[in-house]
């Protein structure tokens, strides 16, 4: 279960007031892959920030039971002096987790071949991507949060993502941005629009897709 209380997240540039996220109450379901929807610059990938707890919001709180997910595939926290299996060891004693099965796993799953020994500066970004959910997968959440990540790589890569991604849904919830119908109908069973500050939880996702789908046209 992931609560928002009196979530309001404001930024200012220049003199102007951009509100992503006005005074939201509202609760995601434990269990559900929720699709997260909205124009671009709504603010999805913010609201997915302070699930994580990587952004705080403006005034509100998020209430979660259960472990969540930094977002899925993000390499942003990872060393570029470390190799790929030295950074997959570090997040591995962060998280609590066995090194060398959380290691194997992603060595196997990446599939980085020689690479996986060497530093991240010379990994090109499809690299880090397969490297930053091989290592995201590889964990145990309650919860994960997925930004646009199977997009990353060749169709063979694509459906090995979506295949594992199923597979911890088994046991996990979700919540995904991604802006194809295909992955969303493929992923998640429910859907949350975000537009103006305002979000609407559908427990059908069909409906959640067709709301979002008459903002694009509007």
Known sequence: MIQF?????????????NTVLDNV???????????LLGRNGAGKSTLLKMIAGTMDPTSGKIVSTGTISWPVGFAGSFHLDLTGAQNTRFIARIYGVETDA????????????????????????????????????????????????????????????SELFNARMQNSGSIVVSHSPSMVRRLCDAAAVLEQGRITYYDDLEEGIEHHERNMKG
């Open 102 to 161: 959380l290691v194997e796993f992603v060595q196997d799953f990446a599939n980085l071949g020689k690479h996986f020994h060497q530093p991240l500066f010379s990994y090109s970004s499809g690299m880090k991507s397969r490297l930053a959910f091989g290592v995201s997968m590889g964990i145990s959440f309650d919860t994960y949060l997925v930004d646009e990540v199977t997009s990353v790589g060749d169709a063979a890569f694509r459906d090995k993502s």
């Open 5 to 17: 209380q009196n979530l309001t997240k404001v930024f200012r540039l220049k003199g102007q007031r």
């Open 25 to 35: 109450n509202m609760t995601f379901p434990t269990g559900r892959s929720v699709a």
